[in-house]
């Protein structure tokens, strides 16, 4: 075997392959189920809030989260438990956001303390072992609810909230898998870094270091000085010291050296064709996420129309709303003018939306959407009867449909917080978290969607060259 110097070497070599294995495929790959996992959630919670059974933190936008951090877990008395959970579920919810959107998953920046933490947040609701008998009280109360309320929804609701609860349990399974991985690397990481920057430091002074006990003595020395504020794990010095001074050495080094062989994790990729079409149709299950965030969004528009109503209720607006359905004349359409800002150019432009076909169409999309991603629906059927590039162009018409939507929607949120009085404008309920919601399913149907274009194109290049898979 090596000895010491041309181990530690070998280790560093190892690990900076392995780490930045990690920083372009194994933690993307983490946070890719992260987001799958945010997804269901937010399905999850407007599911819950649109059923009256939660109510959202109304300080959610207040908070800035700039942390892991897992929400509390602590017990509750029962006629709290709206308040409670729902102020619960939006701490766990606003956390994932932030993970999703902001937090850095890199090797450098998620440490074994870090790993600690989302292990902390996965524990906070067990959607792999989601139960009303569960042990973990923000479970159990969750399951609780959302079956109860899942036996008074129509087959459709039910079969989407379904497929949510199961896509959330496989997503958490596959971060716990993929973390335990990570976690016993990061151990190693650790270890290289102490060899790294105390073992091979000037200050460290080998000459003493004859067995295990003087080898301690010199980390210890030089740990502070060396490793700022990292902390000072007992274990896994020690293993360093079995490693360098143990009696099985030599057997422990090819341990921890095969553990890091990312030769073993490329031979795990089969080499196959990607099915395309599989792939796309896939997108429709990301579509299918989005009609309780839709039904939210018309909950809350319907309500700011209904306000701004209110505020043309005289005894004279009843007398002529009575005349009309005495003599059967129909209501006019009505019209709201919103300015809508070009992004490119700062430009700002007004455009007349019709209120109710506004609403009608929201509701047909929410339908359409719900449809399409039910795999025994006909709706499904017929789109997977379809063509690949038909369906990679129904997929980027709704895309497109819904990029100018949520223009539309923001739009709406600006109107409705302007066009109310004084009184009012604390009543007006804002849009921007749910729109936020929304754009998030749509840039997850656009990325599936670039995906199966660069496979697409990739072939045909390969087939240009003449060669095939």
């Known amino acids: 075997m090596e000895n010491g110097t041309n181990f530690t070497e070998t280790l560093t070599q190892a690990l900076d392959a392995k780490a930045q294995w990690y920083d372009t495929e194994g933690l993307p790959k983490i946070l890719d189920n992260y987001r799958l996992l945010h997804t269901c959630v937010r399905v999850i919670f407007d599911f819950l809030v649109k059923k009256a059974l939660i109510t959202p933190d109304p300080y959610k936008l207040d908070k800035k989260i700039s942390d892991i951090k897992a929400p509390e877990n602590g017990q509750f008395v029962e006629n709290e438990r709206s308040v409670i959970m729902g102020q619960r579920f939006s701490d766990y919810e606003s956390t994932l956001d932030f993970l999703c959107n902001y937090y850095k998953f890199s090797v450098s920046q998620l440490t074994l303390a870090n790993i600690k933490k989302l292990v902390d947040l996965n524990n906070a609701i067990t959607w792999n072992s989601f139960s009303a008998n569960s042990n973990k009280i923000n479970t159990r109360v969750l399951a609780t609810l959302v079956f109860s309320a899942r036996q008074n929804s129509d087959a459709l609701t039910s079969s989407m909230l379904n497929d949510n609860l199961s896509k959330a349990s496989n997503a958490l399974n596959d971060i716990n898998s993929a973390l335990k991985e990570y976690s016993d690397f990061q151990r190693e990481w650790y270890k290289g870094l102490v060899r790294k920057n105390v073992l091979l430091s000037p200050n460290y002074d080998a000459s003493k270091v004859t067995d295990a006990s003087s080898e301690l003595q010199q980390i210890k020395k030089n740990f502070a000085a060396a490793m700022s504020k990292a902390p000072f794990y007992n274990e896994l010095i020690d293993e360093i010291i079995q490693e360098d001074m143990g009696s099985k050495k030599e057997e422990l080094q090819k341990k921890v050296l095969e553990k890091l062989n990312i030769a073993a994790e490329k031979n795990k990729k089969v080499e196959k064709r990607i099915d395309t079409k599989a792939l796309i149709m896939s997108s429709l299950s990301v579509l299918g996420s989005m009609p309780p965030q839709i ?156 995906e199966y274009v660069s496979y697409i194109e990739e072939e045909a290049q390969m087939k240009k060259l003449g060669i095939t898979t």
């Open 295 to 450: 039904g939210t969004i018309a909950q809350k528009i319907q309500e700011n129309h209904d306000l701004l109503e209110s505020e043309h209720n005289s005894f004279m607006d009843k007398v002529k709303r009575a005349i009309k359905r005495a003599f059967g004349i129909a209501e006019k359409p009505l019209f709201y003018t919103v300015f809508i800002v070009d992004q490119t150019t700062g430009a700002k432009h007004s455009e007349k939306i019709n209120y109710q076909t506004f609403m009608t169409d929201l509701a047909t999309r929410a339908r359409r959407y719900g449809s399409v991603s039910q795999q025994n629906s006909p709706a499904y059927k017929k789109i997977n009867s379809m063509p690949e590039e038909k369906i990679a162009d129904f997929v980027a018409a709704q895309i497109t449909d819904c990029n100018h939507l949520i223009v539309l929607l923001n739009a709406l949120d600006d109107f409705f917080k302007s066009a109310a009085s004084p009184l009012n404008k604390s009543k007006v309920k804002g849009l921007k978290i749910d729109i936020t919601t929304l754009k998030n399913s749509v840039v997850k149907t656009n990325q599936i969607r670039v």
